[in-house]
């Protein structure tokens, strides 16, 4: 009896192992039915990895900011860049005149239906001028009054003490999809639309200083175009620039056939009063436009917003001056040219992005910050170069979590859904889970064909 329960135990362990192997194999055959999404890399350098460890201003520009702030002696310098900064993560778009009137008209029959059931012996005139002003006040009351920021040399010192870093941060974090997605870009041209202080072109030459040998920095600010030309020069006049051949201007160049490798607006199209301004602009700008467009924005719903549109713009309006046929294809960060899921009503978040930057040492402000952005890279495509080979890979959209053997990954798929998924080794692969382990927000990770069993759709995070 006892040898029939050993020879019974030994079975039974065998026929586990048999089951734990298959299961093993076929995930294998799963993934090595497609191509080696590693590409000999180690897990935690996967391709799908974009994040970028704690950024610092490079030396010279760190050197040159410290050297014009300490000279230019603002007042309350720490407070006002603290407004300013606040003020800039707060602002939201105008309000369209449309809008503006279908809310007033709206308005404007509430208070005539409201007269009308207390009518008396009431002058009709006098009650028409009282309600047109009842409007206009209750208008000027709940309405946003966007303005205009102009920056002269104090405000742009102050703009310098609060955002060159966090600025340069966003930018670098979006170029490195670039850098990363495709190394053999080498531009020889930039265009820096709402240049600021330069931060672009500071970004872009920390990539590809080899390759490029023309830098256009656009602002209508006299002031801040003068403050970024003496970062360059490391605040001395009569010093050559630190990065040559950068050319500053305040308006875009004047030939409509004028093309750039690189085209970017970083911050720019918050600045702009409406809709059909941000359109009007984001056309010159993809006109200018010979590789890639690259758009960032404050991460917030307005930014997120602004970005949508200007994508919808480029993918889906027909553009009526076309000196360069090839179409705009979606590079960064959708995974796929559908309708934003996270415009649907059910969500309160935008889709945006973090990354980990050491500020200008100025008091109260030594210790390192996160800058949270949105952003958009749109690739002029030749036919058929769209098209997607071996898998198709997601986006993190929040912080990975990390367990015990299993991690909860919420992504927006190339399917045009977001999911939550979580992976493990056993049903995703090994080198799936190890890699999904090793990732974190904003990076990429491939999405295997058969565990859609596994995902749940996300309807806010």
Not at 300 to 309: A, P, S
Not at 321 to 333: S, Y
Request: with cysteine.
């Amino acid at each position: 009896m006892a040898s029939r329960r050993y020879g019974a135990c030994v079975l039974y362990q065998r026929v586990a192992v048999l089951k734990m192997m298959c299961r093993g194999m076929s995930a294998a055959a799963d993934l090595q039915s497609q191509v080696d999404f590693l590409k000999g890399e180690p897990h935690r350098k996967h391709p799908g990895v974009t994040n970028l460890k704690t950024l610092q201003l490079p030396e010279e520009l760190q050197t040159a900011a410290r050297s014009i702030i300490q000279r230019a002696a603002v007042p309350r310098l720490t407070d006002r860049a603290h407004s300013l900064t606040n003020f800039l993560w707060s602002r939201k778009s105008a309000v369209e005149e449309s809008s503006l009137r279908k809310k007033a008209v709206k308005l404007e029959k509430e208070l005539w239906e409201k007269a009308m059931d207390k009518r008396g012996d009431i002058d009709e005139q006098l009650l028409e001028d009282r309600i047109r002003k009842k409007v206009f006040s209750e208008l000027k009351r709940t309405t946003y009054h966007w303005k205009t920021t102009k920056y002269d040399e104090e405000l742009g010192v102050v703009y310098m003490a609060s955002r060159l870093a966090g600025g340069y941060a966003a930018v670098k974090r979006a170029l490195n999809e670039i850098k990363k997605k495709n190394p053999s870009f080498a531009p020889q041209s930039l265009l820096d639309f709402g240049s600021g202080l330069g931060t672009v072109v500071w970004a872009s030459h920390s990539y590809w200083g080899d390759s490029l040998k023309e830098m256009v920095c656009v602002d209508s600010s006299g002031p801040m175009n003068i403050l970024a030309e003496r970062l360059l020069k490391g605040d001395e006049e009569r010093d050559e620039p630190h990065i040559k051949q950068v050319y500053f201007r305040q308006f875009l160049p004047v030939s409509p056939k004028v093309q750039f490798d690189l085209v970017v607006a970083a911050f720019t199209l918050s600045e702009l009063l409406n809709v059909k301004e941000r359109e009007d602009t984001v056309l010159t700008l993809w006109r200018k436009t010979s590789s890639y467009l690259v758009l960032v924005e404050n991460g917030t719903k307005e930014g997120h917003q602004m970005l949508m549109e200007a994508r919808d713009t480029l993918l889906k309006k027909q553009d009526k001056i076309v000196h360069d046929i090839r179409p705009a294809a979606v590079f960064a960060p959708c995974p796929h040219e559908l309708t934003c899921p996270k415009l649907s009503s059910g969500f309160t978040t935008p889709c945006n992005f973090h990354q980990m930057y050491q500020p200008l040492p100025l008091p109260g402000r030594n210790e390192r910050q996160t800058e949270k952005f949105s952003y958009l890279i749109l690739a002029r495509t030749e036919p058929g170069e769209a098209e997607s080979e071996g898998l198709d890979w997601a986006r993190l959209i929040s912080p990975v979590q990390r367990r015990t053997r299993h991690v909860h990954c919420r992504m927006c798929c190339p399917d045009g859904k977001l999911q939550h998924l979580v992976i493990t080794a056993r049903k995703h692969s090994r080198d799936l889970y190890r890699c999904a382990r090793s990732s974190d927000w904003g990076d990429q990770l491939p999405m295997i064909p058969g565990n859609d069993k596994d995902a749940e759709s996300d309807s806010e995070e």
